[in-house]
């Protein structure tokens, strides 16, 4: 049973966030799984338009992607 409720209470996400020690960016995407793709996108654009480099999709997913968990508060929206 409590499994049950874990399961409806958390879920898991995408998300990737510059290395604010080094860069003192604040950077930090999180999104649904399925939008894999968007957030490489946007992850692109940021490095290339904040820090002036040109990063392939494949680099940012295999080095910056992680999976997370989230927690769904339970409150109406």
Do not use: P, Y
């Not at 999976?67 to 109406?76: A, K």
Request: aromatic share 2%.
């Amino acid at each position: 049973m409590t499994n049950d409720l874990q399961s409806e209470d958390s879920t898991t996400a995408l998300q990737v966030a510059c290395d604010t020690e080094i860069s003192g960016c604040v950077f930090l995407v999180r999104t649904e799984e399925d939008d894999r793709d968007r957030l490489l996108e946007i992850t692109q654009e940021h490095v290339k338009e904040q820090h002036g480099e040109d990063v392939s999709l494949d680099e940012i997913e295999a080095q910056h992607v992680k999976t997370v968990e989230v927690e769904h508060g339970g409150q109406d929206r």
